[in-house]
């Protein structure tokens, strides 16, 4: 079985929602995960900060996070202005946010979906050789609408015919469940990469359930940090040190500290000035 | 496939180690519990209240509490008199604990666990027709020493033996995992019924799992509280309103109001000053 992929992302989704700390405290964290054994990080996105200030000083959390071969960062674009800054500091993956919900992608991008798609065309089109992870979030719910997982399946097809090299089903307030994911398993033919959130105290539950599915790409956030600004329901992300104890249980290999992680937690729980 | 038995435990586990509540607080709890649909409870236990303070007044809890057809109350007995005094007070079922770790039976009774065995089965031959569960803790493992699959499905057949009806596999240090659970289940040909703690955040992961192997009754504490004053990393217990949202999610209709169930979850994190 293939070694299971551990994006973390609580430099980005675990912070973005969260008071504002330094660039300094923010590249500290990333040292911290990168020393936990972390290989994959999505380590900021490039947005205004006055839309979302925990965010500000992208390029300089890029220009001072270590650089060993092996590691890969991710940053998070909403356009092509975004995408241009992160191509120029020098990010190994771009990730673009498509919703599978028409009236939450107004409300979070002001575009419609069909917009989106095409942004996405004009960044993939943009970033050549870095790759980009179509991002459809509430694939599995959404509080304004019905989401049909033929519906998202097609939406992954779109962002993938866009140039997307990859896709990431994101359950962005939390109402997936294992049979819901494997419906979207089955619809799309199967799931690349998983985003979970903890709406419902079900991250990890889904996650278990994705792993029995034969997932083997997963977004987590140490501490289980994150959730949308936009959305209130969302609850923390799958957090990193359950999802790598479940890993250690289930006999797969990470290659990830969790002794170390769960030290992480504490002190990034601490920076925000959560218990 | 059957109907899950959910034994609501929070009355019981959930408050033990908390501060004293008064009997008054236990008896709205278990109303507000029977009328979000709970059929099954633990309300107490009949121990010292010099050795457990939050227990004391079982015997005004049980006079207390709505009998309606169909409600099936049970109670934790530690010895003889607990349970002469249980069923004095008209309990339906009684439950009695057997560790299988040595070390942690001496320290948490002060007994080895054949005399605890012994016990059960004068326990038993008191109850008459009153049936007593057998509790099996550190049945995934002990902080004290190895407890091998073997030596809990002996045990077990020991404690059915001693003339326990049924028997619940206590995971008391939350150190269960799927594979585990699945090596205990096929050790002893099959599992009653299982109270999970959350020790490592993975009470709900576990229960998934064991609904997939067929188990059918589960031990959950409202609002998720619990653990033993004697295990300092037991964690909470599965909670009543995640595992019933689980159930939903896969389809198994439990009776049981999800929307009443989290407003006692609240209500009780409150009683004992939590948040």
Same mark, same amino acid.
């Given at each position: 079985?293939?070694?299971?992929?551990?994006?973390?992302?609580?430099?980005?989704?675990?912070?973005?929602?969260?008071?504002?700390?330094?660039?300094?405290?923010?590249?500290?964290?990333?040292?911290?995960?990168?020393?936990?054994?972390?290989?994959?990080?999505?380590?900021?996105?490039?947005?205004?900060?006055?839309?979302?200030?925990?965010?500000?000083?992208?390029?300089?959390?890029?220009?001072?996070?270590?650089?060993?071969?092996?590691?890969?960062?991710?940053?998070?674009?909403?356009?092509?202005?975004?995408?241009?800054?992160?191509?120029?500091?020098?990010?190994?993956?771009?990730?673009?946010?498509?919703?599978?919900?028409?009236?939450?992608?107004?409300?979070?991008?002001?575009?419609?979906?069909?917009?989106?798609?095409?942004?996405? !065309?004009?960044?993939?089109?943009?970033? @050549?050789?870095?790759?980009? &992870?179509?991002? /459809?979030?509430?694939?599995? $719910? *959404? =509080?304004?609408?019905?989401?049909?997982?033929?519906?998202?399946?097609?939406?992954?097809?779109?962002?993938?015919?866009?140039?997307?090299?990859?896709?990431?089903?994101?359950?962005?307030?939390?109402?997936?469940?294992?049979?819901?994911?494997?419906?979207?398993?089955?619809?799309?033919?199967?799931?690349?990469?998983?985003?979970?959130?903890?709406?419902?105290?079900?991250?990890?539950?889904? !996650?278990?359930?994705?792993?029995?599915? @034969?997932?083997?790409?997963? &977004?987590?956030? /140490?501490?289980?940090?994150? $959730? *949308? =600004?936009?959305?209130?329901?969302?609850?923390?992300?799958?957090?990193?040190?359950?999802?790598?104890?479940?890993?250690?249980?289930?006999?797969?290999?990470?290659?990830?500290?969790?002794?170390?992680?769960?030290?992480?937690?504490?002190?990034?729980?601490?920076?925000?000035?959560?218990?």
């Amino acid at each position: 079985m293939a070694e299971v992929d551990v994006r973390e992302v609580g430099p980005r989704d675990g912070l973005q929602a969260e008071a504002p700390i330094s660039v300094e405290a923010r590249v500290k964290l990333i040292e911290a995960l990168v020393d936990a054994g972390i290989i994959h990080i999505e380590a900021c996105s490039f947005v205004s900060p006055k839309a979302v200030p925990a965010m500000a000083g992208a390029a300089e959390v890029m220009a001072r996070v270590p650089r060993n071969a092996g590691l890969r960062y991710a940053a998070l674009v909403p356009n092509l202005k975004g995408a241009e800054m992160a191509l120029a500091a020098g990010v190994d993956e771009l990730t673009v946010t498509v919703s599978a919900s028409e009236t939450y992608n107004q409300k979070n991008v002001r575009r419609s979906i069909e917009e989106s798609v095409t942004q996405v !065309a004009e960044i993939c089109k943009l970033a @050549g050789d870095v790759p980009v &992870d179509g991002i /459809v979030s509430f694939a599995f $719910g *959404s =509080p304004y609408e019905e989401v049909r997982p033929e519906d998202v399946a097609a939406l992954g097809r779109r962002v993938l015919d866009a140039g997307a090299r990859q896709l990431t089903y994101a359950d962005t307030n939390g109402s997936a469940s294992p049979p819901s994911l494997e419906r979207l398993a089955e619809t799309t033919g199967g799931i690349d990469g998983l985003h979970l959130h903890n709406g419902r105290g079900m991250a990890l539950v889904n !996650a278990y359930a994705a792993v029995q599915l @034969g997932l083997r790409r997963f &977004d987590t956030s /140490v501490g289980g940090l994150g $959730g *949308s =600004p936009f959305a209130d329901d969302a609850g923390g992300n799958l957090a990193t040190e359950e999802f790598v104890y479940l890993l250690d249980a289930l006999g797969q290999k990470s290659g990830i500290d969790l002794d170390a992680l769960r030290k992480i937690a504490l002190m990034v729980t601490e920076m925000v000035g959560r218990r």
